[in-house]
């Protein structure tokens, strides 16, 4: 089975903070996708990186960085926190692009900044 | 801009029961529809995923359609349990190499005994 963890479950972090939120995955996937979610807006994808030190912006990429050193590790920064980065990030990776290719999410970090 | 339409927000529903999720979309060109389900503050789990050649495709008691000429879909639940209630979302790829995905903004199912 794939798995995808991400480093917390719960986090709370004050404003301005540097925040950095981990994602590891075990099945060797090329692509790894970081999104948020949020209440009526359903997830948009924040970043995305298909190979290591690879990243591509996604449809919402203000106030967030990414870094893929590793190939099974995709992580989330977030420079200097704000109330309005309050939300659930899900990280999610794929082998492929293919049409049958499934993606797998992680079971998501619910991130409070105050 | 592409989109993805669900209906209805939320359902209710009685145990035992079955239900039909729709899902519209305007995403093109098309690859493929997926569906998968989200419990309350978890990451979303695949329940099935169909390409434009395909139009049904079954996982248990769920049974995804799809009529590509429509550009709609719906998520049948048969005999429903109290642990499906769950948010459930539908994805349309844009074209087979994408890394995109639009995702719906799902249906909130509460499964009541």
């Known amino acids: 089975d794939v798995k995808v963890t991400q480093s917390s479950r719960y986090l709370v972090k004050r404003t301005g903070e540097k925040v950095f939120l981990e994602c590891v995955q075990d099945m060797d996937h090329e692509n790894m996708f970081w999104y948020r979610q949020d209440p009526g807006l359903g997830l948009r994808l924040i970043y995305f990186s298909y190979d290591v030190k690879m990243k591509e912006k996604g449809d919402i990429p203000e106030g967030y960085s990414v870094s893929r050193e590793k190939k099974e590790r995709f992580s989330l920064i977030l420079e200097s926190a704000s109330t309005n980065q309050t939300s659930m990030y899900l990280c999610?990776?794929?082998?492929?692009?293919?049409?049958?290719?499934?993606?797998?999410f992680g079971p998501g970090t619910r991130l409070t900044v105050t | 801009k592409n989109q993805v339409e669900q209906s209805p927000q939320s359902l209710i529903i009685l145990e035992g029961k079955n239900c039909t999720l729709q899902c519209n979309y305007t995403v093109s060109p098309f690859s493929n529809l997926r569906w998968y389900k989200q419990d309350t503050g978890r990451g979303p789990v695949s329940l099935t995923i169909?390409?434009?050649?395909?139009n049904t495709k079954s996982n248990g008691r769920y049974t995804a359609t799809l009529d590509a000429d429509t550009k709609q879909s719906s998520l049948h639940i048969t005999a429903s349990q109290l642990s499906d209630s769950a948010s459930y979302i539908c994805?349309?790829?844009?074209?087979?190499?994408?890394?995109?995905?639009?995702f719906g903004k799902g249906t909130k199912l509460s499964v009541i005994p």
């Open positions: 169909m390409t434009f050649s395909e």
């Open positions: 999610a990776s794929r082998r492929g692009t293919g049409e049958s290719y499934e993606q797998y």
């Open positions: 994805v349309v790829s844009a074209r087979a190499g994408s890394y995109q995905l639009t």
